[in-house]
T-cell receptor
Framework: EPEVTQTPSHQVTQMGQEVILRCVPI?????FYWYRQILGQKVEFLVS????????KSEIFDDQFSVERPDGSNFTLKIRSTKLEDSAMYFC????????????FGPGTRLTVL | KQEVTQIPAALSVPEGENLVLNCSFT??????LQWFRQDPGKGLTSLLL?????REQTSGRLNASLDKSSGRSTLYIAASQPGDSATYLC??????????????FGKGITLSVRP
């Protein structure tokens, strides 16, 4: 069964460093999302992406964040200058509105900012 | 602003029991509602999705219902097993912004099924 994959599974970085989290959505999906989950808290929406542009973003998704689909398969989330409070599990998701509209989530990348 | 609540935060039951997990949401203008399972430190596995026009969906021992007017959904698990132990999250998608729009999640219910 097709699945969303994410790399790396765990990223440790120093405060102020740039990180890029990578995702490979399900191949025939057209809609892509990033969510995050701070330990012990709710899963929160960050951004949605369709047709090579951002469709919607939350107030969390400020100028330090950016997304890109650099080729036909990868979908990336970049954090330019990480802060301690960026430590969280980051989930990528994809969906295909032509079918059930279910969002399928990847296994997540645990980001630890020291 | 949509708020999704799941109470209680944790539940412990003996194996074999039938159980109901509750989810409530404040804005009934939803496009669909999705139930997920999350194992510790892992990603989210989609269990069931109910469109706003539907009343329920079934998959194996799982049955999810939706009462949009009262802002409630339930996930029924029949004959629970220790392998069902996980956190169960519900999430709603708003109606107005179309298909490519965010899910709003509840905090989840952590279920423990005792052998």
């Amino acid at each position: 069964e097709p699945e969303v994959t994410q790399t790396p599974s765990h990223q440790v970085t120093q405060m102020g460093q740039e990180v890029i989290l990578r995702c490979v959505p399900i191949s025939n999906h057209l809609y892509f999302y990033w969510y995050r989950q701070i330990l012990g808290q709710k899963v929160e929406f960050l951004v949605s992406f369709y047709n090579n542009e951002i469709s919607e973003k939350s107030e969390i998704f400020d100028d330090q964040f950016s997304v890109e689909r650099p080729d036909g398969s990868n979908f990336t989330l970049k954090i330019r200058s990480t802060k301690l409070e960026d430590s969280a599990m980051y989930f990528c998701a994809s969906s295909d509105r032509l079918s059930t509209d279910t969002q399928y989530f990847g296994p997540g990348t645990r980001l630890t900012v020291l | 602003k949509q708020e999704v609540t799941q109470i209680p935060a944790a539940l412990s039951v003996p194996e074999g029991e039938n159980l109901v997990l509750n989810c409530s949401f404040t804005d009934s203008a939803i496009y669909n509602l999705q139930w997920f399972r999350q194992d510790p430190g892992k990603g989210l596995t989609s269990l069931l999705l109910i469109q706003s026009s539907q009343r329920e969906q079934t998959s194996g021992r799982l049955n999810a219902s939706l009462d949009k007017s009262s802002g409630r959904s339930t996930l029924y698990i029949a004959a629970s097993q220790p392998g069902d132990s996980a956190t169960y999250l519900c999430a709603v998608k708003p109606r107005d912004t179309g298909a490519n729009s965010k899910l709003t999640f509840g905090k989840g219910i952590t279920l423990s099924v005792r052998p």
